[in-house]
């Protein structure tokens, strides 16, 4: 079974530059847009994926309903990758609710269908993939009605039946802290009000980390195994 959690935050708080230090030969990347990776030699490392060769690792794609099926791909044929990374999924909904389809659409159940193919994206099928592989979602935040600034959804839907934070174990929310007139690139790693996070105990170093991706994942498998790094707490 495949593991995945969330990172969100604002944009430019670090999120996509935290995947300079992954190894982009374990490291497939889906994305929505076609912007440019914010970290030196991500153009020469990040290539289009060519499904014929199996070379190249980033799939872009502006249709939410694809995802499922490239992740079931990659855990499937590709079993060098090591994580999956799904960029910018509130562009995703973006995609969907201002397409023409959608805006065409005056039946409500345009947004069952919207929550149906959020849910099939991110939770469904989980247990078949591959026990070695991390899929991590990236994500924009919002400010919602219960005073958290969490992951930024389409509606009341999303909120209110699919509730997508509390399918997650892990979730860091980026932050940039100035120190000294220096601007430090920070996960949060547990909540603080208003910002929404959530880790077991020990399996971070602190409340605020080193925007690495690479150490992250390594901390998660190393928990997972049981050698946790940091000291474990528990209150009774």
């Given at each position: 079974m495949a593991k995945s959690f969330l990172l969100m935050g604002e944009p430019s708080t670090g999120k996509s530059t935290s995947l300079r230090t992954l190894d982009y030969k374990e490291t497939f990347i889906i994305t929505p847009n076609v912007k440019d990776f914010p970290f030196p030699g991500a153009e020469v490392n990040y290539t289009n994926y060519d499904s014929k060769t199996g070379k190249g690792n980033v799939y872009r794609t502006e249709e939410l309903d694809n995802i499922s099926a490239i992740i079931k791909h990659v855990s499937s044929k590709l079993p060098h990758v090591k994580q999956i990374v799904l960029e910018d999924f509130s562009h995703y909904l973006t995609h969907r609710v201002l397409g023409p389809d959608f805006a065409g659409d005056?039946?409500?159940?345009k947004w069952n269908r919207l929550g149906a193919s959020v849910q099939a994206a991110l939770f469904t099928g989980l247990d078949k993939l591959r026990d070695d592989l991390i899929i991590l979602?990236?994500?924009h935040t919002d400010l919602h009605e219960d005073g958290k600034v969490?992951?930024?959804t389409a509606g009341k839907l999303m909120d209110n039946l699919i509730k997508v934070s509390s399918w997650y174990t892990v979730i860091l929310h980026s932050h940039i802290k100035l120190e000294k007139d220096v601007r430090r690139y920070v996960f949060q790693t547990n909540?603080?009000?208003?910002?929404l996070a959530k880790s077991p105990p020990g399996m971070f170093a602190d409340m605020y980390i080193s925007n690495n991706m690479q150490k992250v994942l390594d901390d998660m498998r190393l928990y997972r195994a049981g050698k946790p790094q940091y000291?474990?707490?528990f209150i009774d």
């Open positions: 005056t039946g409500y159940n979602i990236i994500h969490k992951e930024q909540e603080v009000a208003p910002f000291p474990v707490h």
